[in-house]
């Protein structure tokens, strides 16, 4: 079955900086994969997602890459603020299945003021 | 607010009871999945409903069972439940068109078993 590794674990950056967490997957038929953001005691919120046939997507100050030989996509998010503090999960699919989400373990992220 | 909900929110259950947790999807969403996040770590897929049938099943054992009934909503049963049974249980709703794979989580059931 698929595998999602996601680094790093914990993140602290200043805010306005620019904050970075990368995934890797193991199965190759995934084509889908979103990103979620999770406040404390909140459910999980999609904020973004590519697809395989997508390179690079943009939301405003969010942005994930994606790199399918080497089978990792990663999370950017610019200028950072306090209330991008949260938990934030890659997760890999085979999108068009039914998007059975497989998770990374998660990247705990504090801007600091 | 992503238009799913899930009740009850908490729950406190003791070890060997049964439970069910229920689930309403986002309007024009056919699919439902669960997941079990333990405390620090990453969601868990359980299993998908679609169109009233299970499609797909993760690592967890025969006494996690579920439903989806015709207007799309869901349950999760589990019986003879553990202590390591406690965790956050999420639902999530998407559809199979092809424009959207966005899955939307409800606000989650805390279950502790004690």
């Known amino acids: 079955g698929e595998n999602v590794e996601q680094h790093p674990s914990t993140l602290s950056v200043q805010e306005g900086d620019s904050a970075v967490i990368k995934c890797t997957y193991s199965?190759?038929?995934?084509?889908?994969f979103p990103w979620y953001k999770q406040e404390l005691g909140k459910r999980p919120q999609l904020i973004i997602d590519?697809?395989?046939?997508?390179g690079e997507k943009k939301d405003q100050r969010i942005a994930v890459t994606l790199n399918k030989t080497a089978k990792h996509f990663s999370l950017h998010i610019t200028e950072t603020q306090p209330e991008d503090s949260a938990v934030y999960f890659c997760a890999a699919s085979r999108g068009a299945a039914g998007n059975k989400l497989t998770f990374g373990g998660g990247t705990r992220v504090l801007v600091k003021p | 607010e992503t238009g799913v909900t899930q009740s009850p929110t908490h729950l406190i259950k003791t070890r060997g009871q049964q439970v069910t947790l229920r689930c309403s999807s986002q309007?024009?969403?056919?699919?439902v999945s669960w997941y079990q996040q333990a405390l620090g770590q990453g969601p868990q897929f359980i299993f998908q409903y679609y169109r009233e049938e299970e499609n797909g099943r993760g690592n967890f054992p025969p006494r996690f069972s579920g439903l989806q009934f015709p207007n799309y909503s869901s349950e999760l049963n589990v019986n003879a439940l553990e202590l390591d049974d406690s965790a956050l249980y999420l639902c999530a709703s998407s559809t199979r068109d092809r424009g959207n794979w966005g899955a939307f989580f409800g606000q989650g059931t805390r279950l502790t078993v004690v």
């Open positions: 309007s024009g969403h056919n699919t």
């Open positions: 590519i697809r395989s046939n997508v």
């Open positions: 199965d190759s038929a995934s084509n889908y």
